[in-house]
């Protein structure tokens, strides 16, 4: 793990939480580069290579995200837990800005975090101690094999963790009905929709 006191950032925007359980909700995204999962879908491929984006420090980002005028703030990649993000979140929290985590889990998650949605990957496998961190788990849905693939994580996430099935962007059509077909079976599962590519915003 990369020390935190300074991170590379693809990106920082102001927004709403388009999916998930907060969707609905203002946040200051924080884009981290750099991802060694790999998903051959993922629609910020830009974010892999860490160093074709700048370097910014804890302080500019704290000062960054307070001039935003958010509470919430999201800090997503590209994989953020390749960084020790203990710096970053104990800045955020001095100013009770509540802190959001967007992670595939298959690094170990550092800092203090309000939220932790963790997203599993087949490309690089989720830690089981990531997921028994995990608030919210959302297995991206392609095809029918996926819903049996993410069943298998249950086991390893608290009594208390959010679960939700979300359609991958461009096979949205064929998983939608997958997972309403499996929802209306299974309904301590939730469906997650990307409502910011509905609303066509960042
Ligand atoms: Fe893309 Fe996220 Fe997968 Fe990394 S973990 S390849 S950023 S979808």
Known sequence: MKL??????????????????NTGQVAWFIRLAGCDV?????????????????IKTVDELLQNALSSGAKNIVVTGGEPALYDLFPLTNALKKHHLNTWL??????????LWDWICLSPKKFKAPLSEALGLAHELK?????????????????HVSSTCQLYL???WDKRDKASEIIIDF????????VSLQTHKYLDIQ
């Open 4 to 21: 935190g006191n300074q991170l590379p950032v693809m990106e920082e925007f102001l927004s709403v939480q388009g999916e998930g359980a």
């Open 38 to 54: 790999g998903c051959t879908w993922c629609d910020v491929k830009d974010s892999w290579d860490a160093k074709n984006h700048p």
């Open 102 to 111: 967007e992670t595939s889990g298959s690094s170990k998650i550092t800092g």
């Open 139 to 155: 297995v991206i849905v392609l095809n029918k094999h996926d819903i049996s693939w993410g069943l298998d994580f249950v086991k």
């Open 166 to 168: 979300q359609p991958e």
């Open 183 to 190: 929802v209306t079976k299974n309904p301590n599962w939730r």
